[in-house]
């Protein structure tokens, strides 16, 4: 049977930028040896952007258009496509050519080869700037660094993965507070990375704002390290070594100072000490909580051999 290549294209305020992505994307997509599905995901656009989806819907079959009732952001987006997609392979992009559809040749290929993943990896992005560039590597060494998780820097919102692995994603990583590349960069499978050069915006423009790359972040950092929570338990340990220090001080060099000045000193550490432990506690245990509540796979299987189905599902 022909395989098929979902497209997932999410799609805010990009009544200009639309015909142009269709009218680019529709040959490279014809000339595929895959058959191929284009799926729109409508944002919440106030502007005749899904007018334009509509229309193209009624000419073109392979036009799958869902549209949200307000806008959700680019990750549910792309989300809810890899939700409806049907494909053997998925492929999210953005609207805005920036996200050449000249490479999707070569990600068919690397999926035909049986990669799970393939990331995008952009070479260059002058249309961003020197702040969002600076910004963005500034993000991604943080991250980095707090994380056990590592990700790649410049990967972009550009990625195919396969059924499989669209599966897993499909079923687990259902969480609110999410970084979809960062998923999507830690699944495992077989991956392959191709370049691409990041095009200017075809029309239109960004519709991230420093304040939304901010949020993003910070939820991302949230979301992938529990070191902030463990600042607690870093802070307790800190206050009470201070604290038996300044103790032993005050108890060596007491003399001269009025009487009780000693008590107080000592309680004061004490208490302290005792106080950032406790939060410390409390703080590891909202970390497992949390872990618990994000209810991330334990292990995803590539493959087996020999193995009946069913057999390890009730362990799931
Ligand atoms: N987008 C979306 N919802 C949003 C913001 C953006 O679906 O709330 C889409 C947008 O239409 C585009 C893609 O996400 O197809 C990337 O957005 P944009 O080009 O504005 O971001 P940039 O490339 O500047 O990072
Ligand atoms: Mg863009």
Excluded at 37 to 46: A, H, K, P, T, V
Excluded at 78 to 99: E, F, K, P, S, T
Excluded at 219 to 238: D, E, R
């Amino acid at each position: 049977m022909e395989k098929m290549l979902s497209v997932v294209v999410s799609v805010y305020n990009e009544e200009q930028a639309l015909p142009i992505f269709y009218q680019t994307a529709k040959p490279i997509l014809d000339r595929l040896s895959w058959n191929y599905e284009l799926w729109f995901m409508n944002d919440g656009s106030q502007d005749d952007s899904l007018k334009v989806l509509l229309e193209l819907a009624a000419q073109d079959d392979h036009v799958k258009v869902v549209s949200f009732s307000r806008n959700f952001g680019h990750e549910a987006a792309m989300i809810a496509g890899i939700d409806y997609a049907r494909g053997d392979g998925i492929v999210c992009m953005d609207a805005d050519l920036q996200h050449p559809p000249s490479c999707l040749p070569e990600i068919v290929e690397k999926l035909e080869e049986g990669c799970g993943v393939v990331t995008m990896v952009r070479t260059r992005n002058e249309s961003a700037g020197v702040v969002k560039n600076i910004t963005s590597a500034g993000f991604y060494w943080v991250i980095n660094t707090l994380s056990d998780v590592k990700f790649e820097a410049n990967a972009s919102d550009f990625f195919a993965v396969s059924r499989q692995a669209a599966d897993v994603l499909r079923g687990s990583y259902r969480e609110k507070v999410r970084f979809l590349r960062g998923y999507v960069q830690n699944i495992g499978f077989k991956r392959a990375t191709i370049r691409y050069e990041a095009q200017e915006r075809a029309a239109g423009e960004s519709k991230y704002s420093i304040r939304k790359l901010l949020d993003f972040s910070v939820n991302t950092i949230l979301c992938f390290s529990n070191l902030p929570l463990k600042l607690g338990i870093y802070a307790g340990g800190t206050a009470a070594f201070l604290g038996v220090a300044v103790m032993i001080y005050t108890l060596c060099t007491r003399q001269g100072a009025p009487s009780g000045y000693a008590t107080i000193v000592i309680l004061n550490c004490f208490m302290f000490a005792v106080l950032f432990l406790i939060v410390g506690i409390i703080g590891e245990y909202i970390g497992i909580l949390f872990s618990e509540l994000k209810d991330r796979p334990i292990y995803i299987v590539g493959e087996t051999r020999n193995v009946e189905r069913g057999d390890g599902e009730s362990r799931r």
